[in-house]
C-alpha cells in the first residue's frame, strides 16, 4: 500500500510514471470560494515535485531534418557574375587613374 505522507496522493499510470491529471491533488471542480492562485497554491509543492521526478535520466538530443542542397545556378549566370565583376572594377580603375 502506498505511503500518503511520501506519495502525496499521486495516481500513477501503467508505465509507473506519475500521472498527475488522475492524481488526487488534482481537482478541476473547485469550490466557489477558491480562486485559481490558491489552488495553484496548494498544489504547487506537488507539482513541482512531480515534474522533477519524471525529468529523464539521459540528456536528450535534438536531431534537425537535413536541410535540401541549395539550388545549383547555371554557369553562364556565374560567368556573367564574375564578368560583370571585373567590368566595374575596371572602370573604377580607370576612373581612379584619370
Request: aromatic letters at 14%.
Amino acid at each position: 500500500m502506498a505511503d500518503p505522507e511520501i506519495d502525496h496522493d499521486f495516481d500513477y499510470n501503467s508505465q509507473g510514471e506519475i500521472d498527475i491529471l488522475r492524481s488526487h491533488f488534482y481537482e478541476t471542480e473547485w469550490g466557489y470560494d477558491d480562486s485559481i492562485e490558491d489552488y495553484v497554491n496548494r498544489i504547487l509543492f506537488c507539482l513541482a515535485e512531480t515534474i522533477e521526478l519524471q525529468q529523464p535520466r539521459v540528456t536528450w538530443h535534438l536531431i534537425r531534418r537535413s536541410t535540401p542542397p541549395p539550388p545549383t545556378t547555371f554557369s553562364w549566370i556565374k560567368a556573367f557574375g564574375v564578368a560583370t565583376i571585373l567590368a566595374s572594377s575596371f572602370s573604377v580603375l580607370k576612373a581612379s587613374l584619370r
